[in-house]
């Protein structure tokens, strides 16, 4: 660890919730979905209760289905590390309207707070620069945070940001955990009623 | 004496991705691949999104399903092990998901290292409550493609077909 890193995590996520609008929000497993549920819980949130290291990918699948819509991943650092290909992926497929933000604690939080990859160096901003990024950044202070929500819906991306947040333990929001649920609320609350009639 | 015409299986495979209204196809390359991924690449409602491993490729079907969208992931059967935990997500958010899985390690293999999965294939991708399909002769595969998307997008529920390497031709490994 190079700094000390002291951004409140549900401070950001409020703040980059605060005015979502048509946001369409992907989570990965664990804080960062509880995180989005204290914000404030949205059919257009779909939150993962496992499949570690997909979250990226599910946002991309979206964001290319959905051009004209902003999508945001909001993962932690260890589920980014698990879909590190991805960056890749993301990377040769450039979708404007996809930002991802992962919330790097540089801790396992699930587990008991074992360090990740990232507690020792590992430079997430710097792999997605290389990966082709439109814009990657780190990010220490709520300033830069709300210049991060600020250019959520202007489609410049794809952006990358990795946000030093503090190892703590807010208490638990936790959204529903029914998979089709999730699924159902958020197809029927971005596509209508009809969607699933076809 | 004239042949009978042979199946262009690729272009059926392509012709049933089209006509259930395929618009993201997600691939790890195969050799057994490579003439359908040329022809979705020429085709303008096609989106090819090429994957580094094959697990990416499940995350972005359930991503295009919530945006709206039909998706394809194309694969080699040393691919399938990579997406067991990935595919988790398909059964419990009851998503649909269609696989094309070129088989490896079963019929006239000269690579012993790709029988273990080969032969692992099916049962590994039941175990994960996929529904496997397989088709084996180049006039049945459209037909078979066409059905499996149907189940897939009409039921949602992960059905992969299997590819037989006989299908396809074991790979040569000579000059």
């Known amino acids: 660890m190079s700094r000390a890193n002291t951004l409140d995590r549900r401070a950001v996520v409020r703040s980059l919730l605060a005015r979502r609008g048509g946001l369409l929000l992907v989570t990965g497993l664990g804080a960062p979905a509880w995180d989005a549920t204290a914000a404030g819980d949205s059919p257009l949130t779909f939150p993962l209760w496992g499949a570690m290291g997909s979250a990226a990918m599910i946002g991309l699948g979206l964001a290319l289905a959905q051009p004209e819509r902003a999508v945001l991943v909001l993962t932690g650092d260890g589920e980014m590390l698990m879909g590190l290909g991805s960056l890749a992926t993301i990377g040769v497929q450039r ?74 333990t807010p208490p638990l929001a936790l959204p529903p955990r029914d998979g089709a649920l999730l699924k159902n609320r958020f197809r029927a609350a971005l596509l209508g009623p009809q969607a699933d009639l076809a | ?125 039941q175990l994960a409550d996929v529904l496997v399909q397989r088709a084996s002769r180049a006039e049945e595969v459209g037909a078979v493609v066409a059905g499996a998307a149907r189940l897939a997008f009409a039921s949602y529920r992960a059905v992969a077909v299997l590819l037989s390497q006989q299908l396809i031709g074991a790979k040569s490994f000579q000059k």
């Open chain 2, 1 to 125: 004496m004239s042949a009978a015409p042979v199946a262009d299986w690729p272009r059926d495979i392509h012709a049933a991705l089209a006509a259930a209204e395929i618009r993201q196809v997600a691939y790890v390359p195969d050799a057994g691949h490579a003439r359908l991924i040329t022809l979705c690449a020429g085709d303008g409602a096609m989106h090819m999104v090429p994957l580094t491993s094959e697990q990416e490729g499940v995350g972005l079907a359930a991503g295009a399903w919530l945006g709206g969208q039909r998706s394809v992931l194309l694969m080699q059967s040393s691919g399938v092990g990579n997406c067991i935990n990935a595919l988790t997500l398909i059964e419990t958010c009851r998503l649909p998901l269609l696989m094309l899985i070129t088989m490896r390690g079963e019929f006239g293999e000269f690579n012993p290292w790709q029988v273990p999965m080969g032969r692992a294939t099916p049962q590994a991708l």
């Open chain 1, 95 to 168: 979708p404007a309207n996809l930002a991802l933000a992962v919330l790097d604690n540089e801790r396992y939080g699930e587990t008991g707070m074992q360090e990740t990859h990232t507690a020792h160096g590992v430079d997430l901003a710097a792999i997605a620069a290389g990966c082709g990024f439109a814009q990657s950044e780190t990010i220490r202070d709520m300033a830069g945070i709300e210049a991060l929500g600020a250019r959520l819906d202007a489609r410049q991306g794809p952006l990358f940001a990795q946000v030093k947040i503090a190892a703590d």
